[in-house]
């Protein structure tokens, strides 16, 4: 049964690990992330982002996919479905169709109105027991077409969001969606700790998890991030593993074109990538 993210994020905060956050995109995706989060006994967050959302055929089609497999995979880890920057139609969209944890990204608003926007969602939201993320400060990069222009969040409106009773918060600290480029800064801790002080004891989340050094993710996580999200860094292993593959003139082979056989090399590929991330994260065996 599908989980909120409240619970497995206070404890990963208490616990000073994180939870990823690994965005699907089909049934390999999925079976993929679920399988092995599984095997290392680890909690995880399935991110849907609108677009995926669209491409899977709507939101109803996802909870149904995703409840059949945590039944006939026999999946007992906390698992959350999540919708990653949600707009505000969405969030709607999304508590109906059984979703159980959203992220509202009212990051474009200003920030009065990105309260109130947060606040409306947050009642529905937790009347129906979902976890409610917010964002502050765009996060920079390129997401489903939305281009953010990798703000610093303010301080004083992190805290001001995370008093609406959200239960975590997404917080631009120099962070971007996508490959990092070669004059990128680093993550800006300085403001990451002020945020931290403010919000505590609130879970804070990192977006942009591909390509980040492990050292800074380590150092994010001692200052209160609870939650990693992981997108590209999936999509970059499936590619390769599938162009290996196809190069090698495997699909030619006997049966090689069988799509069973086909897509096996890039769903083994998004396993070894998501156990990676979580024994970076330490969230295996905290389920
Ligand atoms: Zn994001």
Redesign the pocket.
């Known amino acids: 049964m599908l989980v909120s993210a409240k619970e497995m994020l206070i404890k990963a905060k208490e616990g000073k690990y994180a939870v990823g956050q690994f965005n699907i995109n089909n049934l390999e995706w999925t079976k993929s992330i679920l399988q092995t989060a599984q095997e290392l006994n680890s909690p995880v967050i399935l991110g849907v982002s609108e677009g995926a959302g669209k491409y899977m055929c709507g939101y109803k089609t996802v909870v149904g996919m995703v409840n059949g497999m945590l039944e006939e995979m026999g999946i007992t880890v906390p698992v959350a479905l999540h919708l ?2 949600g707009s505000y139609e969405h969030a709607f969209k999304v508590i109906e169709a059984g979703f159980s944890s959203v992220m509202f ?1 009212g990051s474009h608003y200003d920030i009065n109105e990105n309260i109130e926007k947060t606040k409306e969602i947050i009642k529905i939201a937790h009347e129906k027991g979902l976890s409610v993320e917010a ?1 502050v400060g765009s ?1 920079g990069g390129e ?1 489903d077409g939305v281009i953010g222009g990798g703000e610093v969040a303010d301080v004083n409106e992190c805290k001001m969001i995370a008093d609406l009773g959200v239960d975590m918060l ?1 917080a631009g600290i120099g962070n971007i ?1 996508g490959k990092y480029p070669a004059n990128w800064q680093g993550l800006r801790f300085d403001v990451l700790e002020k945020i931290s002080e403010a919000t505590n004891p609130m879970p804070l989340v990192l ?2 998890g591909t390509g980040i050094p492990a050292d800074m993710i380590k150092k994010a996580i001692s200052l209160g991030v609870s939650k990693i ?1 992981v ?1 590209t860094e999936c999509q970059l292993s499936f590619a390769d593993a599938t162009r290996k593959y196809i190069e090698a003139g495997k699909d030619l082979e006997g049966k090689g074109f069988d799509p069973r056989k086909l897509l096996a090399p890039g769903a083994e590929a998004i396993k070894a990538t998501v156990k990676e991330k979580m024994e970076l994260f330490g969230s295996v065996n905290k389920a």
């Open positions: 990653d920057h990204d964002e996060i997401e997404a969606h977006h942009g999200n997108n």
